[in-house]
Structure formats: structure tokens, C-alpha cells
């Protein structure tokens, strides 16, 4: 499904960027739950919390190159069920993924410009949006979206940001305590990473700012059951449907 798979690419596309930042360093301030452990462990310790964590809330915005935003907000799990909503020029898309159907309800302008190239397009829009148009999901559709191993691979692909960090004392964020670890890369930009000092490592937040693409993602809700619900049938479509009988007309 052509609306599904811009989705989705856009979502990695923004999720790369508010990256999983890494490690390194040899700062020696830092929470006592971190006591003889350098920035690089921690950071190393955070990353492999996050990925076997049952399920999280990812809840950010990254400026993409043309000076928009993209906001992300999605609850996702191991099981690859997920539900949320994501934001950009001017466009808002719900998703939801269960029981290996994707559902993903735009509005008019997202539906615009997901099928500006699909012949009979201006026939489709007002029959899909703000409804929830359904497609059974392969993984090519889920991954970095509702594919929660997959989106942490992500955020964590450019492995040379892990290089350089330092520990910048302790905060809170939205009320767990948390050490800071950031890094200030040649161009001006500077990193941060925020791994709780209570309970499991997880991350908490990551930060840039200072750079081309500023971003901010807050992660929560880690081990909290994501059950979307499916959709009516009086709210439900299918595209491919719609399309094959758009041609045909």
C-alpha cells in the first residue's frame, strides 16, 4: 500500500535522526548507581535495556532538511503492536498495528501527497480520509515504524556517535532521576543523552541541538502493554480496493 509504505519510510527517516546517541569518554562525575563506569559502559548498558524491553512510548520531533517537523508519538512492543500518531507538513496520520494488519487513518492533506502519483487519486482522497484504511502488514511495512527492534536499530545505526561522550552530572526527566552523558561534535552540534539511574538503564531522552536537524525524543512507559484497538468496519477501508475500482471508472 503505497500511503502505508510513505508512512513508513518517513517515520525512519525521522527516527534515525533523533538517534540513539552513544558513549564513549572518561568523565568522572556522574549518579552513584554509575560509580566506575565510564560514559561509553553506560551508554552501552542503556542501549541494550532499551532494546530488551518489552515495549516503550517514543514521543518527539526532529526538523527535517526543508525546515519542517516531524513529530513522532508511538507506543510500540516486542509483538510488533502499535499505536500512535505521527505529524508532518501540516499532515497527521493515526497508526495502529495488530494481528498483522496495519491500519492508518490520514487526513486530507497526508492522503493528498501519500497518493499524488496514483492514478485516480482526487476520487480515493475523499473516499480514505479520516477513515482507517487497513492492509495486511509484511515486515516491510512495520520495520523502524510498529517493529520495536527494528526502530531501535535505527536510532542506533550511525555507531560512530557512540565515540567521544562525557558524563555531565544528574537531572530528571519528567521525574526519574537520570545522568546526562553529551558529546559536541565538529560542526557545532551537541548530543545528549539522558539514562535512568533507577531500576533498569533505560534511555529516558536524547537531545541535539546546534546542528542542521535539532531533535528531541522522550522514551516512557517502558514494559506497559500496548494493545491498539481495532478499528469498526464502518470506519474501516481498503485502498487497494479503492484504487483497483478507481481505474476501472
Same mark, same amino acid.
Given at each position: ?6 508512512l513508513?519510510?518517513t ?7 533523533l538517534?540513539l546517541?552513544?558513549?564513549g569518554?572518561?568523565g568522572?562525575s556522574?549518579d552513584?548507581?554509575?560509580?566506575g ?8 548498558d542503556?542501549v ?9 512510548h517514543v ?5 527535517q532538511?526543508g ?11 516486542? /509483538?510488533?503492536n502499535c ?5 508532518t507538513a ?6 495502529r498495528h495488530?494481528d498483522?494488519?496495519?491500519y492508518l487513518r ?5 492522503w ?6 496514483q492514478p485516480?487519486?482526487a ?8 477513515k482507517?484504511? /487497513?492492509?495486511p ?12 527492534q527494528?526502530?531501535?536499530?535505527s536510532?542506533d545505526e550511525?555507531k560512530?556517535?557512540r ?5 555531565a552530572?544528574?537531572?530528571s ?5 537520570a ?6 561534535k ?6 545528549a543523552?539522558y ?6 538503564p533505560?534511555?529516558?531522552r ?5 546542528g542542521?536537524?535539532p531533535?528531541t525524543?522522550?522514551?516512557?512507559d517502558?514494559?506497559?502493554?500496548v ?6 468496519a ?5 485502498l487497494?480496493?479503492l484504487?483497483a475500482?478507481?481505474? /476501472?471508472?
Open positions: 500500500m503505497h500511503g502505508s509504505r510513505v513508513t519510510l517515520a525512519v527517516t525521522g527516527m534515525s535522526l538517534g546517541v552513544g558513549c569518554g572518561d568522572d556522574g552513584e548507581a554509575f560509580k563506569k565510564s560514559a561509553d559502559r553506560i551508554a552501552a542503556a541494550k535495556a532499551t532494546e530488551q524491553a518489552d515495549s516503550m514521543k518527539g520531533t526532529v526538523q532538511s525546515g519542517e517537523d516531524l513529530s513522532v508519538d508511538l507506543a510500540v512492543d516486542q /509483538r510488533k499505536d500512535g500518531t505521527i505529524r501540516g499532515t497527521t496520520a493515526d497508526v495488530l498483522g494488519t496495519l490520514g487526513d486530507e492533506k497526508y493528498q501527497a501519500a497518493l499524488k502519483e485516480g487519486a476520487k480515493i482522497v475523499p473516499k480514505v480520509k479520516d482507517w484504511v /487497513r492492509t502488514a509484511d515486515d516491510s511495512m512495520t520495520q523502524g515504524l510498529c517493529d520495536k527494528g526502530l531501535v536499530a536510532m550511525d560512530s556517535e565515540k567521544g561522550m562525557k558524563k552530572g544528574t537531572t526527566v519528567d521525574g526519574k532521576d545522568i546526562k552523558l553529551t558529546k559536541k565538529a560542526g557545532g552540534e551537541t548530543l543523552l539514562v535512568a539511574t533507577e531500576g533498569k533505560y534511555i529516558l536524547t537531545t541535539s541541538s546546534g542542521d536537524n531533535n525524543a522522550t522514551f516512557t517502558y514494559g506497559k502493554a494493545e491498539p484497538q481495532k478499528p469498526s464502518d470506519e474501516t477501508v481498503d487497494k480496493a484504487a475500482s478507481s481505474q /476501472r471508472t
